[in-house]
């Protein structure tokens, strides 16, 4: 906790809290953006590195046992090996780690490039007690708007068919299309959507 804690000072109070990511925003924001939730609360959110292993390690160690098994297909998942994974950058992998107010982490989207380089996996994670605030759609909006900048236009994502809330997300922010495939809906979406669900998420 306290690790996580130093790494991630939260911003100084007087930056400006973004509603939703801009469409001039940096395509690597390595520099923390403050992004504001639909409660007011504020959160912390820059580009992922391999140094926020230990980071990711305590929001997948805080996730419960639900939010665990929906988010790997299992509760017993080797979460010190998921932190490894997930902290994991290359040219085809891009993440954003987003921090509370206290430097807690909160929040995690990452995307993945395809074998078709024009289409990538995308994956989010959320603090149990941030769900429902419009975290995980920012993180999705934000990274859709780095994976368009490089020449990524599709999004794709399994789901499993009981995880309605992830599902909503998708389709509810960014029209995805999702069909069932050996019972696991597979979802994809343009990543060009980000800029509807900005319009959808601003208008709550």
Same mark, same amino acid.
């Given at each position: 906790?306290?690790?996580?804690?130093?790494?991630?000072?939260?911003?100084?109070?007087?930056?400006?809290?973004?509603?939703?990511?801009?469409?001039?925003?940096?395509?690597?924001?390595?520099?923390?953006?403050?992004?504001? $939730?639909?409660?007011?609360?504020?959160?912390?959110?820059?580009?992922?590195?391999?140094?926020?292993?230990?980071? $990711?390690?305590?929001? $997948?160690?805080?996730?419960?046992?639900?939010?665990?098994?929906?988010?790997?297909?299992?509760?017993?998942?080797? $979460?010190?090996?998921?932190?490894?994974?997930?902290?994991?950058?290359?040219?085809?992998?891009?993440?954003?780690?987003?921090?509370?107010?206290?430097?807690?982490?909160?929040?995690?989207?990452?995307?993945?490039?395809?074998?078709?380089?024009?289409?990538?996996?995308?994956?989010?994670?959320?603090?149990?007690?941030?769900?429902?605030?419009?975290?995980?759609?920012?993180?999705?909006?934000?990274?859709?708007?780095?994976?368009?900048?490089?020449?990524?236009?599709?999004?794709?994502?399994?789901?499993?068919?009981?995880?309605?809330?992830?599902?909503?997300?998708?389709?509810?922010?960014?029209?995805?299309?999702?069909?069932?495939?050996?019972?696991?809906?597979?979802?994809?979406?343009?990543?060009?959507?980000?800029?509807?669900?900005?319009?959808?998420?601003?208008?709550?």
């Amino acid at each position: 906790m306290s690790a996580a804690h130093a790494s991630e000072p939260f911003p100084s109070a007087c930056a400006p809290a973004e509603p939703f990511p801009s469409a001039c925003a940096p395509a690597e924001p390595s520099r923390p953006r403050v992004l504001r $939730l639909r409660d007011g609360s504020r959160v912390s959110v820059r580009a992922a590195s391999a140094a926020d292993e230990p980071a $990711l390690g305590v929001l $997948l160690k805080g996730l419960g046992e639900e939010a665990r098994r929906l988010r790997f297909f299992t509760a017993a998942v080797d $979460l010190s090996g998921a932190a490894h994974h997930v902290a994991s950058t290359d040219a085809g992998r891009f993440g954003l780690v987003a921090h509370d107010e206290t430097g807690l982490p909160v929040g995690h989207a990452l995307y993945a490039r395809l074998a078709e380089p024009t289409r990538a996996e995308v994956a989010v994670e959320v603090a149990d007690h941030l769900h429902g605030r419009g975290l995980g759609t920012q993180l999705i909006a934000a990274l859709a708007t780095v994976a368009e900048r490089h020449g990524i236009t599709r999004f794709v994502a399994e789901v499993l068919p009981e995880n309605h809330a992830m599902l909503a997300v998708f389709r509810d922010g960014f029209d995805a299309r999702c069909a069932v495939r050996d019972g696991v809906e597979m979802v994809e979406f343009p990543t060009a959507a980000w800029r509807l669900a900005g319009e959808r998420f601003g208008a709550h």
